[in-house]
T-cell receptor
Framework: DVKVTQSSRYLVKRTGEKVFLECVQDMDHENMFWYRQDPGLGLRLIYFSYDVKMKEKGDIPEGYSVSREKKERFSLILESASTNQTSMYLC??????????????????FGNGTRLTVT | DAKTTQPNSMESNEEEPVHLPCNHSTISGTDYIHWYRQLPSQGPEYVIHGLTSNVNNRMASLAIAEDRKSSTLILHRATLRDAAVYYCILRDGGYNSGNTPLVFGKGTRLSVIA
């Protein structure tokens, strides 16, 4: 089974701190994603990556950056944490599929999330 | 990706079948229909996906209308462990669509009563 591991289940940080959320997957997946989930707003995509050192902005990238130095690891960085970044953060990975034989439908595998509180 | 519409919530009795509807009237020819669910305190998990034909796997069945404007996720015997939020998502599977991420809506919250 694919395992996506997020480094912390719960995290409490102060406003202005630099915060690193780490995600590791063990299935050699090319694609990795960061979402945040808030009550009433559902899951929203922050950033994603198709390969090492590649990154693409999602729907809400402001205030975040990412790093993909190794294929198995995708880090989400809050340069200066703010209270409106208090949320559940979910990491996911999937196999790259971009051929006529295998269309873009590889399932996403999610971690169990990191609940970040910024005070 | 085209939009889907799901009821906000549904309720089912334990050990009875559950039919979770999803409307997607603007679906395009290359859109696949995906279902994910999210159990309490966990990340979403993949359930099933299909294009035109009905699909079955160990978790559920997916019934797709002939015109593809709606689909139904079927849980054959609901258990208490099936209580979750169920998301119906359309994903472009066309070769030139790019490896686009999933876009989640609000989903349907399923409650299962013992």
């Amino acid at each position: 089974d694919v395992k996506v591991t997020q480094s912390s289940r719960y995290l409490v940080k102060r406003t202005g701190e630099k915060v690193f959320l780490e995600c590791v997957q063990d299935m050699d997946h090319e694609n990795m994603f960061w979402y945040r989930q808030d009550p009433g707003l559902g899951l929203r995509l922050i950033y994603f990556s198709y390969d090492v050192k590649m990154k693409e902005k999602g729907d809400i990238p402001e205030g975040y950056s990412v790093s993909r130095e190794k294929k198995e690891r995708f880090s989400l960085i809050l340069e200066s944490a703010s209270t409106n970044q208090t949320s559940m953060y979910l990491c996911a990975s999937s196999l790259f599929s971009g051929t006529r034989i295998l269309p873009y439908n590889s399932p996403l595998h999610f971690g169990n999330g990191t609940r970040l509180t910024v005070t | 990706d085209a939009k889907t519409t799901q009821p906000n919530s549904m309720e089912s009795n334990e050990e009875e079948p559950v039919h979770l509807p999803c409307n997607h009237s603007t679906i395009s020819g290359t859109d696949y229909i995906h279902w994910y669910r999210q159990l309490p305190s966990q990340g979403p998990e993949y359930v099933i996906h299909g294009l035109t034909s009905n699909v079955n796997n160990r978790m559920a069945s997916l019934a797709i209308a002939e015109d593809r404007k709606s689909s139904t996720l079927i849980l054959h015997r609901a258990t208490l462990r099936d209580a979750a939020v169920y998301y119906c998502i359309l994903r472009d599977g066309g070769y030139n669509s790019g490896n686009t991420p999933l876009v989640f809506g609000k989903g349907t919250r399923l409650s299962v009563i013992a």
